[in-house]
């Protein structure tokens, strides 16, 4: 069978690169004579690996040394849990930017540890913009202030040059669904976090960038395996962490550094969305759904309007090799993810389907 284009929100498309490389070393990797899943955590070979998957990172995001990489598991929903109980220490209150549901989520379980408000929130709207903070937004002696980078439901982001201004107070983000696009200024952070399922790997690890000098006062309650600084002090090798996927992980953090890093990624990214979003501004069938300003790099939702119609959409695009446009089941119509790993062959192609489709549905449509 050929491969799709996939344009799941993840887990998401690999690039094929990677896929076949771990495919040539399943069976022997680095003339060990066995797969890195049957490796021991504690072996020199896999201890090879987590470090260069470190550095590469480091490198790639450009992440000062007083920051602490860790390669933990339980997925970001996680990190919801593990945020407050790490962090909320000192006046045990935080403040969270309500984006959409990833946000939404994350509020609702720092709710049960502590002192936690709506700073903002875009849901009046059905969070198709970023609300606009400044420092009065946040409490002063609040513990962090938490924002979902890139809302992989709604197709929303912060810009890298517009994340709130927080003063003092650390500032938190989820980037799940954009580590890796585009650049970011890491030092602007207290921690950033991401599972790997969409920009980095296969689901299973999930990278948190922490400063280390935030590490170390957390509550007393906190479970051994969400306690930062026990991950950070063992090198996230407390107990077995997620070999396979930190192995695969390393091979896409290589084949970006082969690409030219986050800034040639950011270029492509930009070419790929423009593509879509310039086709949606002038389609007569195609509607995009967010303020053009604060429009998603990764995540593109899109309508028709018309339920039948897009599901017809979604159906023919599959046969076409076009596949997982469904939006998410909240939202309706349609999602394009066009994750780092979406080749300009995958959304230029996905844009001719879309014209012929609107060539066929809107009388007296020349879209070309
Ligand atoms: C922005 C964001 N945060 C958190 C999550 C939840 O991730 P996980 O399934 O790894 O817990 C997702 C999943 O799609 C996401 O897009």
Redesign the pocket.
């Known amino acids: 069978m050929n491969r799709v284009y996939n344009f799941s929100?993840?887990p998401s498309a690999l690039p094929e690169d990677v896929l076949q490389k771990a495919a040539d070393e399943m069976l022997n990797y680095n003339d060990t004579g066995m797969s890195v899943m049957e490796m021991s955590h504690r072996s020199a070979d896999f201890k090879d690996i987590l470090t260069k998957a470190k550095d590469d990172l480091r490198e790639l995001m450009n992440i000062p040394e007083d920051y602490e990489i860790l390669f933990l598991q339980?997925?970001?929903?996680?990190?919801?849990a593990a945020i407050p109980l790490n962090f909320m220490n000192g006046s045990g209150k935080a403040d969270y930017i309500i984006t959409?549901q990833?946000?939404k989520?994350?509020f609702e379980e720092a709710k049960k540890y502590g002192d936690v408000v709506e700073a903002a929130s875009s849901a009046d709207k059905n969070y198709t913009y970023i609300p606009i903070t400044d420092r009065n937004s946040f409490r002063e002696d609040a513990d962090y202030v938490y924002v979902?980078?890139?809302?992989?439901?709604y197709g929303t982001r912060f810009r890298p040059e517009s994340y709130p201004d927080t003063g003092d107070i650390p500032l938190f983000a989820?980037?799940?669904?954009?580590i890796l696009s585009e650049p970011i200024d890491v030092s602007k952070f207290g921690l950033l976090y991401?599972?790997?399922?969409?920009n980095m790997g296969p689901?299973g690890v999930?990278v948190v960038i922490v400063r280390k000098d935030l590490l170390g006062k957390q509550r007393d309650i906190t479970p051994t395996m969400l306690n930062y600084k026990i991950m950070a002090d063992n090198d996230s090798l407390y107990n077995t962490p997620p070999t396979y996927g930190i192995y695969v992980l390393g091979l896409v953090l290589e084949h970006l550094k082969e690409l030219g890093g986050i800034e040639a990624m950011k270029e492509l990214n930009e070419k790929k969305a423009g593509l879509l979003y310039d086709y949606l501004d002038h389609s007569k069938l195609f509607k995009g759904t967010v303020v053009p300003k604060d429009r998603s790099l990764m995540n593109v939702p899109f309508v028709i309007g018309d339920k039948d119609l897009e599901e017809e959409f979604v159906k023919k695009a599959e046969k076409r090799g076009l596949v997982n446009l469904k939006g998410h089941r909240t939202v309706g119509g349609m999602r394009a993810s066009i994750y780092n790993a979406m080749p300009l062959e995958g959304v230029k192609a996905l844009v001719d389907f879309m014209k012929e489709f609107e060539e066929e549905h809107v009388q007296g449509t020349d879209t070309k």
């Open positions: 929100a993840g339980g997925g970001a929903s996680t990190q919801f959409g990833w946000a989520k994350a979902t980078g890139n809302n992989t439901i989820d980037i799940s669904s954009s991401a599972g790997a399922q969409k689901a999930t």
